[in-house]
């Protein structure tokens, strides 16, 4: 036996006041229970935003939440909680015959569908009598005939027994019932198109009975809108007592389906599975709560009884009505100490009897220890403002149909209850604008995640850290950013294949935030996850942590774990998407790095290739001068930039070619031709600019002056005594060379110049050898 187990809780549409409710349910036993959470979760928020048959349903990645489920694999789960009824219906036909069937070598505990192993205990509320009681109570105590019934999905374990329900009153007591009467919705809020199209194939309907308060609460806006007012014009029921089903206006008729309860026994199913016991179906009571929207009017806490008068002892009735208060605003799971303190402080707001003035000050100091009591926290402000004031509301009713009126005491009893009022509308109002204003700083902080993250869109370590910066001041304990080898696009309908490596890029740990370069990332696979590597970092601590996918369109990138309390969910749902869509960003910011580097690699290449052209283009293979047309070029662009500067022109020409090649071979004269380039290049130097023009024909042009052409010459000569004294060749290699100054600029026209050092060549020429034989043949 393991001294702490972690749960694993299977969460859809997480951010649905129900759904909420089931994970502080759970959180709070596995924290009473010294048990470790993980909660996987689906954000199911797309049809939020469908208000319309116009909406493009391509653009709904929600499915991409449902991956979300196969991580579990990397951590170190004892057992499983799925909470079918929300994530169930996100699911297609085929993956929901498939889906729980996965899970089958986990001891399990499954929310809202009955079990199909003996390996799963199931939790299931009482769906059936909860909605048959409030059905009939509309048609038997209200007599209604004309009536709808806004369902939930299809296939869905909750939503099919409730219309089973509601179609067995309609058979008890004969009422028509067709097919046109029903219309489906998915438990969520969009569901204004069934609601108008019942209300106008029914104008006269008197009641509209709906799966769930979420759906009610729009036909609420519905009705509004076309002047209907609910509880006289038209009946309006729910199903979950919600939250804000008390608040409604007027008050939601509904079924109590304790969620927070739920979430309660599903951990301690999930441990009594751990610890070896047998799995089992527990099949939680659903309660009617009459309120005004059904017609009925407010409820009478304490009704009349034999004996109860107007002198009826008012601490007798005060000690009966704490523990019908406690009754209702606490779950029974409830901790009884919590119980406990609430009722010392009820004990002592309701000590003064409210008829006399002194009661005044016992009201005042009481309804402040009251709401100041950390018990306080755990009941609707609401709910026992509305419990308080019917009790004062019935002794008014006492006071009045007394044989005497006792006109101070009801002037007194009316002074208290605007005192509760009051002071409960300030409180509920004050707690409101706190959490409102809370949630107003925290999203604040995910333009600066954002911010933070694309100052670091090249750096990735420090863009991975950056990720996790603000996460500290939103309360989380601690995070960690897991990201995949690489980006795996999942388009749906496509079948999801878990990766089975993770690597941990960053991490929170209080105020400390660490992000690893990727050679140094720690890297988690299913082989090898001994200790949970998705739990925090602290395994002696208890610790509830939430778990998402990191993706932005079709592309995953991994997942995001962060200790924080469920009432933060949305927030963690929205800093996910922000970090997502940044990792998008970033994954084409890199995409385009890439491009960039390619495209300057190709531009490279071209201009490599290109200078290999030019080379080619411009010089001459053999000697490695320039050739014709590059050396065209190139004394005019050194004429463009050295305009006003003297040169010289010179042509030379190689002696008696045509004698080396007829009588010792193209060889030779290859290699006399490319001796003179050589000679010729060395000579010039390297700001001289040297060209073969033709078979043996060079032309030069250097910086210089006239006397320095006839020195350039004299050493060309000089060049070549040199080398025929030494050389084993049987011919000489010589050159004939003519020059002309020349100015730089505008007026410098290459052809003439060229013509005036060729008549000088040609009068060198007159003054060569004969033969260029060594030894006359």
């Known amino acids: 036996m393991k001294n702490k187990y972690t749960i694993g809780a299977m969460i859809g549409n997480a951010i649905s006041p129900h759904i909420l409710e089931v994970m502080q349910g759970i959180c709070q036993a596995a924290k009473s229970m010294d048990a470790d959470v993980l909660f996987f979760l689906g954000i199911h ?3 939020y935003y469908k208000l319309n048959e116009q909406e493009d349903i391509d653009k709904d990645f929600d499915y991409q939440f449902n991956t979300v489920y196969d991580y579990q694999s990397f951590a170190d789960i004892d057992a499983l909680i799925i909470e079918y009824g929300s994530l169930g219906m996100f699911l297609n036909e085929a993956d929901q015959k498939e889906f729980l069937h996965k899970f089958d070598n986990i001891p399990r505990v499954i929310l809202e569908e009955r079990a199909q192993s003996d390996r799963a205990t199931a939790i299931i509320t009482d769906n059936y009598h909860g909605m048959y009681s409030i059905a009939e109570h509309l048609v038997r105590d209200h007599g209604y005939r004309d009536i709808t019934y806004l369902a939930g999905p299809k296939g869905n374990t909750d939503a099919d027994e409730r219309e089973k329900a509601v179609r067995a009153v309609m058979n008890v007591y004969q009422i028509p019932f067709d097919e046109s009467r029903i219309l489906y919705g998915n438990f969520s809020s969009n569901v204004q198109k069934q609601v108008n199209e019942l209300l106008d194939r ?41 939250e804000l089903a008390g608040l409604m206006d007027p008050p939601l008729t509904t079924v109590l389906q304790n969620a927070n309860d739920m979430g309660y026994m599903a951990v301690i199913g999930a441990l009594e599975l751990c610890k070896g016991r047998r799995s089992h179906t527990v099949v939680v009571p659903a309660r009617l709560k009459l309120r005004e929207s059904c017609g009925c009017c407010k409820k009478k806490i304490l009704p009349s009884e034999p004996g109860h008068t107007a002198d009826t002892d008012w601490h007798l009735r005060s000690e009966e009505k704490i523990k019908e208060i406690l009754k209702e605003v606490f779950s029974e799971t409830t901790r009884p100490e919590l119980k406990l303190r609430f009722a010392r402080c009820l004990q002592e707001l309701l000590g003064a009897d409210f008829r006399t003035p002194a009661s005044e000050e016992t009201v005042r100091t009481g309804l402040k220890r009251l709401m100041d009591d950390q018990s306080f926290a755990e009941v609707s402000s609401h709910a026992l403002s509305q419990l308080l004031e019917q009790y004062v509301d019935d002794w008014l009713e006492a006071e009045l149909n007394a044989a005497s009126i006792d006109r101070p005491a009801v002037h007194n009893l009316l002074l208290r209850k605007r ?11 004050r707690s409101e604008k706190e959490r409102m204003t809370d949630f107003l700083h925290e999203s604040c902080f995910l333009p600066l995640i954002s911010r933070d993250m694309l100052c670091y869109i090249e750096d990735e370590t420090e863009l991975y850290k950056s990720a996790l910066t603000k996460l500290a001041s ?19 309908g496509d079948r999801w294949n878990c990766p089975d490596t993770l ?17 140094e990332r720690p890297v988690i696979t299913l082989s090898s996850h001994s200790g949970g590597p998705l739990s925090v970092r602290h395994p002696d601590d208890i610790y509830s942590a939430e778990v998402l996918c990191l993706f932005s369109g079709e592309v995953q990138y991994g997942i995001l774990v962060a200790e924080i309390d469920p009432a933060n969910t949305v927030l963690f749902y929205l800093i996910s998407r922000e970090i997502g869509n940044m990792l998008r960003l970033y994954q084409l910011s890199k995409e385009q790095m890439l491009m960039r580097q390619k495209q300057e690699q190709l531009i490279q290449e071209i201009q490599e290739k290109n200078q290999v052209l030019n080379f080619i283009s411009e010089s001459d293979p053999l000697t490695g001068c320039l050739n014709r047309r590059g050396f065209m070029e190139k004394v005019l662009q050194l004429n463009r ?37 050589a000679v010729l290049q060395k000579q010039a130097g390297g700001s001289g600019i040297v060209g073969r023009i033709g078979g043996d024909e060079f032309c030069v042009l250097l910086s210089g002056n006239a006397q320095m052409g006839h ?12 080398f025929n004294a030494i050389s084993e060749k049987d011919y000489y290699v010589e050159l004939s060379i003519g020059f002309t100054p020349v100015t730089l600029g505008k007026n410098f026209v290459i052809s003439e110049k060229l013509s005036a050092a060729d008549q000088a060549l040609y009068e060198e020429k007159k003054k060569r050898r004969t033969s260029i034989c060594k030894c006359p043949r």
Request: proline share 2%.
């Open 419 to 429: 005192q509760i009022h009051e002071k409960s509308v300030c409180h509920m109002v």
């Open 711 to 722: 020195d350039f010459v004299e050493q060309i000569k000089a060049k070549s005594a040199a």
């Open 202 to 242: 029914f104008p006269h309907m008197e009641a509209m009975i709906c799966a769930n308060d979420n759906m009610a609460d729009t036909a609420y806006k519905e009705c509004f809108r076309r002047g209907l007012t609910v509880g006289r014009d038209i009946a309006i029921t729910g199903y979950d007592d919600w």
């Open 503 to 519: 690597y941990l890029a960053a991490c929170q740990e209080g105020r400390e935030v660490y992000s690893y370069r990727p050679e």
């Open 45 to 47: 928020c797309g049809f």
């Open 641 to 677: 930039e050295k305009e006003g500067a003297e040169a010289l022109l010179c042509f030379a020409d190689l002696d008696h070619l045509k004698e080396i090649n007829d009588v010792f071979g193209h060889a030779a004269g290859d290699f006399a031709i490319k001796w003179c380039g």
């Open 474 to 492: 939103l309360n989380a304990a601690n995070s960690y950013l897991y990201i995949l080898k690489e980006p795996i696009v999942h388009y749906k």
